[in-house]
């Protein structure tokens, strides 16, 4: 459709290097050529800035890019059924060293294939409806979500049939794949905002308003929110979207940022940039002139935040049937496991799982009359239990240095074994959010962590170490900001002892259920400062 159209940004003087080469070749038709030319003529026949283009396909170079790659496949909104899950697990074991990652993003991820594989894997997909194309690229990714939809209580609405039609609009649009950065959605309304609205580029809440004498459930609209390493809060427009409406209103939005969005640093792109320069009034002027006049905002039905987390059994929204939230320690699983859960969503649910933004998976629709017998089931002993231990279970990693041209310290073992060393040595009897990521690109979402872990190098007369800088009390929803730096960056080896003493004096400080993030904001980063340093002068 747009294959030769003339963008108005085209002949921008100051265009950067990736901009000039999606002129030159979409990034979508990168996937022929992988199918006709690289899989066929091997890994050394990709040319120039293909390599690049690639993410459209939705692969990377893996580390450290002598022939593997990672892929991510969409799953729009975080729900997919169990014959998905089985082709996937198969994929794994097949191609990707029976590795599959959960991801932040609710989509799941490979390691290890070889662009010979490329084309079986896109064909498999594609027969259970599935795809990893633009799950990466300067194109609209995968669309988050609420892994409940449909079956939660404290939904307004069931956003399924909103994110199918949002997915099948954007997907290999050609109108929307060459944007000047990474483009995320999210859509949820749930009440306790599983979308994780404020950290995307453009995000859809539950509200509601009376419209000609009706009261009308739709949503809010926010744009400009993301993280890396200068992060934004999305910003609310005074809209007031009805459900029919917000595919509509999402292209028009994305049709502003293509148009107006900076292409000139490749850090200084996303729709963020454009909307703090711009400020919100100015946007929406800009994109009502496409969509016509908009409702205004109405009332926020957003209570608080969910971070993602969902364990143990619940009641849906229909009588006598339960949900089972899950734990996989920091996203990571084997296809064997993979094809347990795809058991489990059979034997008890109605097949489908739910992927969560906070790494860790959902069985849906299970009766009642099945509950106990589920309960006693063996993976949910040893694996995926629904009542993991403290620090464990609220433990996010992003890939790390394992598989990461970016990553400057490894995460992923590094996250699940500070975990395991703080479930031994701290009581802690509330939830305490612990993000880990290996740069500042923030895939692990460090910034909304109760505590959050970036990794560094420090000097020390052995050489350069690993390190982590430490962040305190992020959060989302109604009181959502950014966690803040301390002036201490610690060695890997002195970080489970560190953390440990770190909640100890929480504990001792805290009020009665007051939530780290809580605690944080009472007391003042100052106050931590100080605690952390009387801890480093005996690490
Ligand atoms: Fe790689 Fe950095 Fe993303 Fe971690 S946060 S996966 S190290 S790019």
């Not at 590795?99 to 084309?119: C, E, K, N, Y």
């Not at 699983?333 to 739910?354: F, H, K, Q, S």
């Amino acid at each position: 459709m747009a294959a030769d159209r003339q963008w108005k940004w085209a002949n921008d003087p100051k265009l950067n290097k990736m901009e000039i080469a999606k002129l030159e070749k979409d990034g979508l038709d990168v996937i022929d050529t992988i199918i006709n030319k690289y899989a066929v003529e091997g890994f050394d026949s990709i040319e120039g800035m293909d390599m690049d283009r690639f993410k459209w396909a939705g692969v990377y170079q893996q580390k450290p890019k002598d022939g593997y790659f990672m892929m991510r496949v969409r799953v729009p909104g975080g729900i997919m059924t169990s014959e998905q899950a089985r082709v996937m697990a198969q994929i794994a074991k097949d191609y990707g060293r029976d590795l599959v990652d959960v991801t932040t993003r609710q989509a799941i991820q490979f390691h290890w294939l070889t662009v010979q594989s490329l084309p079986d894997i896109f064909e498999r997909l594609a027969s259970v409806g599935m795809s990893s194309f633009e799950a990466c690229g300067d194109c609209p990714r995968t669309i988050v979500g609420n892994p409940l939809a449909g079956i939660d209580p404290n939904e307004v609405m069931d956003t399924r049939p909103i994110v199918d039609e949002m997915e099948r609009f954007f997907l290999m649009n050609r109108e929307y794949s060459n944007l000047p950065r990474k483009y995320k959605i999210s859509i949820s309304a749930n009440v306790f905002n599983t979308g994780h609205a404020e950290i995307n580029d453009l995000a859809f809440t539950p509200a509601k308003k009376v419209i000609n004498g009706e009261e009308v459930i739709g949503f809010h609209v926010w744009v400009g929110g993301g993280l890396s390493a200068k992060p934004y809060l999305a910003q609310k427009l005074n809209v007031f979207c009805r459900p029919e409406e917000v595919v509509r209103v999402a292209a028009a939005i994305t049709e502003v940022y293509r148009d107006n969005g900076y292409r000139e640093k490749r850090t200084h792109a996303r729709i963020k940039f454009l909307i703090a320069d711009w400020g919100v009034e100015k946007f929406l002027g800009e994109l009502v002139k496409i969509t016509g006049e908009l409702e205004t905002v109405g009332e926020d039905l957003t209570k608080g935040w969910n971070a993602g987390y969902f364990y143990g059994l619940h009641e849906q929204k229909q009588e006598g049937l339960y949900y089972a939230g899950l734990s996989v320690p920091v996203g990571r699983m084997n296809a064997e496991e993979l094809v347990e859960l795809a058991r489990l969503a059979d034997v008890y649910g109605d097949g489908t799982i739910g992927a969560c933004n906070s790494q860790n998976v959902l069985i849906r629709n299970i009766s009642s009359d099945k509950v106990e017998a589920f309960k006693q089931e063996a993976i949910l002993q040893e694996r995926f239990k629904l009542a993991p231990s403290t620090f464990v279970a609220y433990s996010v990693a992003c890939t790390g240095n394992e598989y990461c041209n970016l990553a400057v310290v490894e995460t992923k073992e590094r996250m699940r074994s500070l975990a395991q060393y703080l479930d031994d040595t701290v009581d802690l009897d509330t939830p305490l959010r612990l993000h880990m990521v290996g740069c500042p690109n923030s895939c692990g979402q460090r910034q909304i962590a109760d505590i959050g872990f970036q990794g560094a190098l420090v000097k020390t007369e052995q050489g350069m170490v690993d390190a982590f800088d430490i962040h305190v009390g992020g959060t989302l929803g109604i009181d959502a900001r950014f966690n803040q730096k301390l002036k201490a960056r610690v060695k890997a080896d002195q970080l489970g002892p560190v953390v440990a003493q770190m909640i100890g004096v929480y504990k001792e400080e805290r009020l009665e259920n007051e939530e780290y993030w809580k605690y944080v904001d009472r007391v003042g980063v100052e106050h931590i400062q100080a605690t952390v340093d009387r801890i480093l002068v005996t690490a």
